[in-house]
């Protein structure tokens, strides 16, 4: 069906999602700096505020705690509360209200009130914006019990986890990366999900299961293409939620292939190769061949320089050499 | 105007230009891409930085934001480190791992400037609390713009200061934009200076592209300090010339400055220099060939920072993992 094969950039499908969510569920609405200009959030609420106007279409002033702690009792009164931050890093003001409120109050009131929230945060790395403008902290989201984050890498995802997201009860972080929205694929024009906490297989091989989400699977998908041309057969799954995650579908491609690598863009340390790392070693321990690789970002701020820059976020190369190293011992 | 020594006035004139000839010195290297960080230039609002430092000892602090080349420059900081900085040179103020929304120069007294909106008004705060505790009288400096007065943090810091009496000048740049919003879109009320009212912290409200009077309405609120009556508001009313971010858009690379051209020509004959500058030459403090001699050694000066910065070399590869930790 042509309808069905009709591309559509990253931002674009998020931004389907919202006009298709909002025309269907006058409870859903979007909250957050920047969402009535082009300002931050670049093309992804093209649109929205000129169809649904001020009341459901809001910008705010630079009140991040406040707005999120808004946007969560919102969501506790009837709502379906979508806020945006433009950048990961501003979100920061408001882990009072996602993790200690939003995140725990289903559980700690015995499950009286649910808390169907999207917290939407934008990933924003590079051009020398150095340490406070460039961090991917997905992971201190995913350490915390009560929510789920969802971390889309293709269009198609993007729109389809988004309007997951908006239709789930519960709290569910959706994270994007700036690098992601200019990016074009296939997106259906229908109102469609994509299940939360459920990977793709993106590519098939035999030798080596290599784990990622988010931006990096473009590079995770161009190192197995390059490391079949050395005969190396590389599985690479798209985890797209980092939580809950689809272990199911990386422990069964680990026990054929017998060789675990993630790539993340976060930081390694307690990030989330280690914790693909953690429950493959605990539940596929007898499977594995070789020790695991995690492909990451160094320990460190992120740099200004474009000189430290460029050593700082790994790549299709840092991919292919520790894959390389592991199917070689 | 007698009880300013000349010395003084040209001093004020001098570092306000150097200031603006820096700033504008970046327009090129920017929209050709040989800079390539973020940069938020402050033309037009020199005027807050050079009264305010003007007041300050080179033992007090000051902390800025994104938009702080200014302050990093009238606390006394050198023009060569800090255009290496933008550039992302190893010779930079904060070694080329900060750029331009991190200028750092603590000999001088400049603390540190980051991009968190309000994110560095606490820590401005615990400055003064580190005086007050070691009862040094030295006073702390907080710069921050329209914007940051809508996150929550300003009002608990506000709170805690007059509480405990700290020697800290809380300065507002009201450019009346943060962004994309205007200022009437963020706040119900926008005469800034209002908000530290319910906090029994003294405030005025100041014309902050003239010098004259920025310089006299901190001289008070420094003595109000070092006298153990701090804290102290600041609401320098101001206008940027140039964009948020990058020279003349709001948005980097795109041609969307939201602001109406009316309002910015309006500014425009406000400018802090101009003015004052004419002012220096009606009332024979500068002739107009020491102006002339002043432009000329600071087209100098920051041409040569340039040279300075393109003759320095990156960061070497292997000190990616520097600085961490000490
Ligand atoms: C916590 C946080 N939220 C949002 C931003 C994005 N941001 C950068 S500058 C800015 C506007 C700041 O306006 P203002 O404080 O008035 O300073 P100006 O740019 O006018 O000098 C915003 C919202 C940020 N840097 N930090
Ligand atoms: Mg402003």
Known sequence: MSLNNRKLQYSLAANEAFHQMMGEDESVFLIGQGVKSPWYVGNTARGLLERFGPDRVIDTPVSENAVTGAAVGAAMSGMRSVVVHPRMDFMMYALDPIINQAANWYYMNGGKLSVPIVFWGIINRGGEQAAQHSQALHTILGHIPGLKVVMPSTPYDAKGLMISAIKDDNPVVYIDDRWLHSTEGVVP??????????????????????????????????????????????????????????????????????????????WKTYGLAAEISAFVFEEAFDSLKAPFVRVTLPDLPAPASSALEKLYYPTTKDIVRAIRGMVNK | MKKYSKDFLRQLYRTMLRIRVCEESLVDPILNGDVRCPVHLCSGEEAVAAGICASLNETDYIFGNHRSHGHFLAKGGRIDVLVAEIYGKETGCSRGRGGSMHLIDPENGMMGAAPIVAGTISLAVGAALASHIRREKRVSVSFFGDGATNEGVLFECMNLASLKKLPIIFVCENNFYATHMPVAECRPECDIADIAKPFNIPNVRVDGNNVLKVFETAKEAVAACRDGSGPFFIEAITYRLRGHVGPDDNIQGTHTDIRPQEEIDMWKKKDPIINFERYLLDNDVLSESEVSEIKREIDQEVREAHVFADNSSYPEESELNAYVFK
């Open chain 1, 189 to 266: 024009e229908e109102i469609y999900e994509v299940p939360i906490g459920k990977g793709a297989i993106r590519r098939e091989g035999n030798d080596v299961t290599l784990v990622a989400v988010s931006f990096i699977m473009r590079h995770a998908l161009e190192a197995a293409a390059e490391l079949a041309q050395e005969n190396i057969e590389v599985e690479v799954i798209d985890l797209r939620t980092i939580k809950p995650l689809d272990k199911d579908l990386v422990l069964e491609s680990v026990k054929k292939t017998g060789r675990l690598a993630v790539a993340d863009s976060g």
